[in-house]
């Protein structure tokens, strides 16, 4: 089992770039993450993950302006996101084992 904690989330003008992390209570080495989102109103959408081999994909709606990354001495995942756009507002989460951080509130003014 693994305790997941997000940061990083704010208000940002469109176009304008955040990093969130995720801070995990134990070794993340080899062990896929993931991150998700979840609009006002709909459903939790995977956003971008990032496998226990290193490799990662992206929703088609974040490809080229999201980037996942980890830092394995740190117990640390990011999610590094540029040129927001306001339907990017959301809750984002962080996923590991079965486990679900409390989220992080983005919300991207147009």
């Known amino acids: 089992q693994v305790r997941l904690v997000e940061s990083g989330g704010g208000l940002v003008q469109a176009g304008g770039s955040l990093r969130l992390s995720c801070a995990a209570s134990?070794?993340?080495?080899?062990?896929?993450m993931g991150w998700y989102r979840q609009p006002p109103g709909k459903q939790r959408d995977l956003v971008a993950e990032i496998t226990s081999g290193g490799s990662t994909n992206y929703a088609d709606s974040v490809k080229g302006r999201f980037t996942i990354s980890r830092d394995n001495a740190k117990n640390t995942v990011y999610l590094q996101m540029n040129s927001l756009k306001p339907e990017d507002t959301a809750i984002y989460y962080c996923?590991?084992?079965?486990?679900w951080g409390q989220g992080t509130q983005v919300t991207v003014s147009s």
């Open positions: 134990r070794s993340l080495f080899r062990i896929a």
């Open positions: 996923t590991s084992l079965g486990q």
